[in-house]
């Protein structure tokens, strides 16, 4: 089956290279976008599809934001994955412990830090109307994209798969009867190598098609330099290949869209960094290296990433009413293995023992995770009203199964790598929806939604520990959660005037029951119950300065009861999942858009979020050699005392409180092309890693720059751009992720990254 993938894709890349040699040009869907507002001097209308209706963003009672054109080209430079996003965007983070792979989404304040593979996550992503429920999913490749949406509050009436904290939703650019596409490549640090491109058409008056290619690729360049092990060019490199074709069949009254989408990922994980973080500090260690590590593991780590899925878009248009079908099939495998304590020891070098390092290590942890066998299926049926008076209507259905299968794996480092403990978790669920929402138009000026949703969700699950370093011998375990759910939202929208539109929502949603099976080191599994949350919001969105400038303000206020969340790690190494009393959260989200002069663009976002934990019995265990600040008491444990931390009061992990982002686009009629300059700078500030709070592992705000520039030009139906780009401009390094049952591990943010581009557009 891996063969057959693989070559698919090859054959896959190779047409559509071909087929756009013959054309001699590609397209560039960012400088599409762009040139309307440029020409027009006046910000262009977003459209966006936030409510299943293309709507203006400015007229959608909902804090959403939108990108698209050269933002969206240029944060997504350098090779970057999905999580280009981070803090690009008010009150989203995004981070990972598994690198490119397995994405984790934070919607003010409120995301999962659990790595485990069936992990379910309060912020749900939507790729072209489907559901991408299981965390390999999410982290498919961003290209050839038309716009990202970010959703921001409980999306649970129209949406409803685990959207407590908010929604991401790509669209991806459709086929249509015009020839076109476009493509790039470029070259940057390290040797890393990136091409991107599409052409589409038709291929007869009714149906026509698009593919869709990304190929990027980087060598090996961190050093391994622990004694006894030490290599050349062993971690940081990947080969990542994804591509999408599409098939669009337009009719008179129907439209069929069809869509298979594959991606194959070879490449190594995350370099965990062991003692990084300096002891009762949360600053790098003296002399700190990027691309050096000292790892006893190093030459095993590896991490594969394959998924696939197809999916088959119907809609009817029958006059007064639309049916649309979405039938999606969805599936993925990876497997990653990687040296988790970050540092080497307990072995010898010419009879003599080799002390732990670097610093103090108590024992050394090499681990694995995977997913051999995964499927996921959905389906969603929609009427949708089409009147021309004051009242209109969606109603739906919903179903979902997904059947899942995780291995988790630990080695005996000091034997070769030689397998010391095995669990294989099966997890089947099944879920089904039926939802509606009404609009009604009260006035001219004061429109009126009202929304509902009965969700159904049920889970089983077995672990069957085969192997473990703890002992403990076979073990089965077997948990059948299954819960249901009333979700809604009423909101409003009031036009103050032509430029102005006021908004009020409040909605509630739920997240259904989770299970913790990542039993290497423990007995127990863990079941979540589900959490509900109730949030009250309102805003403004407004047209300013004749059209050229934007400034869209939400404020709001959230209750989170029983919230779902993951204790990682602790000196045992044990995930356990718990449910806190009571989560609260308050904040704004600034939003705004200037055409500053005919050649000066720019943007400017703020966000602020408060979190705070209500319970006072909640306490988790904490890390092993860091310096807590929470309230800690004493349990019985295997090994002795352990510590646990009380919770009350303190904020979300990787939860920052500020969030900032400012982009300048500046360009130039030069010669017979335009010549441009963009820049942004992003900023988050201090976030916890974890849910106690220690001195070491608190991320320091992080502030990253990136600047694009180049000259674009056309020729007859050709169009061509030049440029040249940096990331993370000041190379700031610091930690944004740690391991804690060990020593003081830390996962540090990319290097600057320089490059070059060139593309090619046709039309």
Same mark, same amino acid.
Not at 44 to 71: C, F, M, Y
Not at 142 to 157: C, I, N, S, Y
Not at 469 to 477: D, E
Not at 523 to 544: C, F, H, N, P, Q
């Given at each position: 089956?891996?063969?057959?993938?693989?070559?698919?894709?090859?054959?896959?890349?190779?047409?559509?290279?071909?087929?756009?040699?013959?054309?001699?040009?590609?397209?560039?869907?960012?400088?599409?976008?762009?040139?309307?507002?440029?020409?027009?001097?006046?910000?262009?209308?977003?459209?966006?599809?936030?409510?299943?209706?293309?709507?203006?963003?400015?007229?959608?009672?909902?804090?959403?934001?939108?990108?698209?054109?050269?933002?969206?080209?240029?944060?997504?430079?350098?090779?970057?994955?999905?999580?280009?996003?981070?803090?690009?965007?008010?009150?989203?983070?995004?981070?990972?412990?598994?690198?490119?792979?397995?994405?984790?989404?934070?919607?003010?304040?409120?995301?999962?830090?659990?790595?485990?593979?069936?992990?379910?996550?309060?912020?749900?992503?939507?790729?072209?109307?489907?559901?991408?429920?299981?965390?390999?999913?999410?982290?498919?490749?961003?290209?050839?994209?038309?716009?990202?949406?970010?959703?921001?509050?409980?999306?649970?009436?129209?949406?409803?798969?685990?959207?407590?904290?908010?929604?991401?939703?790509?669209?991806?650019?459709?086929?249509?009867?015009?020839?076109?596409?476009?493509?790039?490549?470029?070259?940057?640090?390290?040797?890393?190598?990136?091409?991107?491109?599409?052409?589409?058409?038709?291929?007869?008056?009714?149906?026509?098609?698009?593919?869709?290619?990304?190929?990027?690729?980087?060598?090996?360049?961190?050093?391994?330099?622990?004694?006894?092990?030490?290599?050349?060019?062993?971690?940081? #490199?990947?080969? +990542?290949?994804?591509?999408?074709? &599409?098939? /669009?069949?337009?009719?008179?009254? @129907?439209? *069929?869209? %069809? $869509? !298979?989408?594959?991606?194959?990922?070879?490449?190594?994980?995350?370099?965990?960094?062991?003692?990084?973080?300096?002891?009762?500090?949360?600053?790098?260690?003296?002399?700190?290296?990027?691309?050096?590590?000292?790892?006893?593991?190093?030459?095993?780590?590896?991490?594969?990433?394959?998924?696939?899925?197809?999916?088959?878009?119907?809609?009817?248009?029958?006059?007064?009413?639309?049916?649309?079908?979405?039938?999606?099939?969805?599936?993925?495998?990876?497997?990653?293995?990687?040296?988790?304590?970050?540092?080497?020891?307990?072995?010898?070098?010419?009879?003599?023992?080799?002390?732990?390092?670097?610093?103090?290590?108590?024992?050394?942890?090499?681990?694995?995770? #995977?997913?051999? +066998?995964?499927?996921?299926?959905? &389906?969603? /049926?929609?009427?949708?009203?089409? @009147?021309? *008076?004051? %009242? $209109? !209507?969606?109603?739906?259905?919903?179903?979902?199964?997904?059947?899942?299968?995780?291995?988790?794996?630990?080695?005996?480092?000091?034997?070769?790598?030689?397998?010391?403990?095995?669990?294989?978790?099966?997890?089947?669920?099944?879920?089904?929806?039926?939802?509606?929402?009404?609009?009604?138009?009260?006035?001219?000026?004061?429109?009126?939604?009202?929304?509902?949703?009965?969700?159904?969700?049920?889970?089983?699950?077995?672990?069957?520990?085969?192997?473990?370093?703890?002992?403990?011998?076979?073990?089965?375990?077997?948990?059948?959660?299954?819960?249901?759910?009333?979700?809604?939202?009423?909101?409003?929208?009031?036009?103050?005037?032509?430029?102005?539109?006021?908004?009020?929502?409040?909605?509630?949603?739920?997240?259904?029951?989770?299970?913790?099976?990542?039993?290497?080191? *423990?007995?127990?599994?863990?079941?979540?119950?589900?959490?509900?949350?109730?949030?009250?919001?309102?805003?403004?969105?407004?047209?300013?300065?004749?059209?050229?400038?934007?400034?869209?303000?939400?404020?709001?206020?959230?209750?989170?009861?029983?919230?779902?969340?993951?204790?990682?790690?602790?000196?045992?190494?044990?995930?356990?999942?718990?449910?806190?009393?009571?989560?609260?959260?308050?904040?704004?989200?600034?939003?705004?858009?200037?055409?500053?002069?005919?050649?000066?663009?720019?943007?400017?976002?703020?966000?602020?979020?408060?979190?705070?934990?209500?319970?006072?019995?909640?306490?988790?265990?904490?890390?092993?050699?860091?310096?807590?600040?929470?309230?800690?008491?004493?349990?019985?444990?295997?090994?002795?005392?352990?510590?646990?931390?009380?919770?009350?009061?303190?904020?979300?992990?990787?939860?920052?409180?500020?969030?900032?982002?400012?982009?300048?686009?500046?360009?130039?009629?030069?010669?017979?092309?335009?010549?441009?300059?963009?820049?942004?700078?992003?900023?988050?500030?201090?976030?916890?890693?974890?849910?106690?709070?220690?001195?070491?592992?608190?991320?320091?705000?992080?502030?990253?720059?990136?600047?694009?520039?180049?000259?674009?030009?056309?020729?007859?139906?050709?169009?061509?751009?030049?440029?040249?780009?940096?990331?993370?401009?000041?190379?700031?390094?610091?930690?944004?992720?740690?391991?804690?049952?060990?020593?003081?591990?830390?996962?540090?943010?990319?290097?600057?990254?320089?490059?070059?581009?060139?593309?090619?557009?046709?039309?």
């Amino acid at each position: 089956m891996k063969a057959m993938k693989r070559t698919a894709l090859a054959n896959l890349i190779k047409a559509t290279l071909l087929s756009a040699a013959a054309g001699s040009a590609f397209s560039s869907t960012a400088a599409e976008q762009q040139g309307p507002a440029a020409k027009d001097k006046s910000l262009e209308v977003i459209q966006i599809t936030a409510r299943k209706r293309v709507e203006n963003a400015q007229e959608v009672p909902v804090a959403v934001s939108a990108l698209q054109g050269d933002s969206l080209d240029a944060y997504s430079s350098a090779g970057m994955d999905i999580r280009f996003m981070n803090a690009k965007i008010p009150s989203l983070s995004i981070e990972s412990s598994f690198g490119r792979s397995f994405p984790r989404f934070y919607v003010r304040g409120l995301g999962n830090t659990d790595f485990d593979l069936n992990a379910s996550q309060p912020v749900s992503l939507v790729v072209d109307e489907v559901v991408q429920e299981n965390a390999i999913l999410k982290g498919f490749p961003v290209f050839d994209v038309a716009r990202v949406e970010v959703l921001r509050g409980p999306q649970g009436t129209l949406f409803g798969r685990n959207t407590p904290a908010g929604l991401v939703k790509f669209d991806t650019v459709k086929p249509s009867q015009d020839f076109e596409g476009y493509g790039s490549v470029s070259y940057g640090s390290r040797g890393a190598i990136d091409f991107e491109g599409a052409v589409g058409g038709a291929l007869t008056d009714r149906l026509s098609t698009r593919v869709s290619v990304l190929w990027q690729d980087k060598d090996n360049y961190i050093d391994n330099v622990a004694p006894g092990f030490e290599q050349k060019d062993v971690l940081g #490199g990947y080969t +990542d290949q994804a591509a999408r074709i &599409q098939f /669009l069949y337009e009719g008179d009254d @129907f439209t *069929g869209l %069809f $869509n !298979y989408h594959v991606r194959d990922m070879d490449g190594t994980p995350i370099a965990f960094r062991a003692n990084a973080i300096k002891a009762g500090s949360n600053d790098l260690v003296s002399g700190f290296e990027h691309d050096e590590i000292q790892h006893d593991a190093a030459s095993r780590a590896t991490q594969q990433v394959e998924s696939q899925g197809a999916s088959l878009r119907l809609e009817w248009d029958l006059d007064e009413h639309t049916v649309t079908s979405i039938t999606a099939w969805e599936s993925a495998e990876i497997y990653s293995r990687a040296d988790i304590d970050g540092g080497y020891g307990g072995y010898e070098i010419d009879g003599q023992a080799v002390p732990s390092g670097p610093g103090f290590i108590p024992f050394t942890s090499e681990s694995a995770d #995977g997913i051999p +066998d995964h499927d996921q299926y959905t &389906q969603e /049926l929609r009427l949708t009203s089409n @009147f021309s *008076g004051d %009242f $209109n !209507y969606q109603v739906g259905l919903f179903y979902f199964d997904e059947a899942l299968t995780i291995e988790n794996f630990s080695y005996d480092t000091a034997a070769n790598g030689a397998l010391n403990g095995y669990v294989l978790q099966q997890q089947d669920t099944e879920a089904w929806a039926v939802f509606g929402s009404v609009d009604y138009t009260v006035t001219d000026d004061f429109k009126v939604t009202v929304g509902l949703r009965y969700s159904d969700d049920d889970k089983e699950f077995s672990a069957n520990r085969t192997l473990s370093p703890v002992g403990g011998g076979t073990l089965f375990l077997t948990e059948n959660p299954s819960d249901d759910h009333v979700s809604w939202d009423i909101s409003t929208n009031y036009k103050v005037n032509d430029d102005i539109n006021w908004y009020a929502r409040v909605a509630n949603s739920f997240r259904a029951p989770s299970i913790q099976g990542r039993i290497l080191f *423990g007995d127990e599994v863990t079941v979540a119950k589900s959490e509900t949350l109730t949030s009250y919001e309102t805003g403004i969105k407004s047209d300013v300065w004749d059209g050229r400038g934007r400034v869209n303000l939400a404020v709001f206020y959230y209750d989170m009861d029983d919230q779902q969340l993951t204790a990682v790690g602790g000196g045992a190494n044990f995930n356990r999942l718990v449910n806190a009393d009571k989560t609260t959260g308050y904040g704004f989200e600034l939003d705004t858009q200037w055409l500053l002069t005919d050649n000066l663009n720019a943007t400017f976002n703020l966000s602020y979020n408060n979190t705070e934990l209500k319970d006072d019995d909640l306490a988790v265990a904490v890390c092993a050699q860091c310096t807590v600040t929470d309230p800690t008491y004493q349990v019985p444990g295997a090994f002795g005392p352990e510590d646990r931390a009380i919770l009350d009061g303190n904020s979300l992990p990787h939860a920052p409180e500020w969030i900032s982002n400012l982009t300048l686009r500046y360009s130039r009629e030069m010669a017979d092309g335009e010549f441009f300059t963009y820049a942004d700078v992003s900023y988050r500030s201090e976030i916890d890693f974890f849910l106690y709070e220690s001195v070491e592992f608190e991320g320091k705000a992080l502030t990253e720059v990136g600047l694009r520039s180049g000259y674009s030009w056309a020729e007859g139906d050709n169009e061509y751009e030049v440029s040249a780009f940096v990331r993370n401009l000041f190379d700031e390094q610091q930690a944004i992720g740690a391991v804690d049952f060990n020593n003081n591990t830390a996962m540090v943010n990319e290097e600057r990254y320089i490059g070059a581009e060139f593309k090619i557009s046709f039309f």
